[in-house]
């Protein structure tokens, strides 16, 4: 079993910045490291949609909507993923969600971004 936690979350004006960790834990032995991780969001009234996702290797893939803003990086040593948001737009606003191996979820935390 992996436990994932996200922090970082938060209120912001358009134009800002934020910053979400996850750091992820597990007591089985899981060698995460070698795990795709990755960082959703899902605004109210529709569909969770994928962000950002890193491989064991470091390759990033991005969503269009956040190409050229948004950068997803991961800390091995720490079991960590990051994704920093930049010029963030009121469209951002959503509960983003950490993702690991295509199977673990986190809780998920609140970006508000105000116009």
């Known amino acids: 079993q992996v436990q994932l936690m996200e922090s970082g979350g938060g209120l912001v004006q358009a134009g800002g910045s934020l910053r979400l960790s996850c750091a992820a834990s597990?007591?089985?032995?899981?060698?995460?490291?070698?795990?795709?991780m990755g960082w959703y969001r899902q605004a109210p009234g529709k569909q969770r949609e994928l962000v950002a996702t890193i491989t064991s290797g470091r390759s990033t893939n991005y969503a269009d909507f956040v190409k050229g803003r948004f950068t997803i990086s991961r800390d091995n040593a720490k079991n960590t993923v990051y994704l920093q948001m930049n010029s963030l737009e009121p469209e951002d606003t959503a509960v983003y969600y950490c993702n690991v191996a295509s199977k673990y979820w986190g809780q998920g935390t609140q970006v508000t971004v105000s116009s």
């Open positions: 597990t007591a089985s032995g899981i060698a995460l490291r070698y795990s795709t």
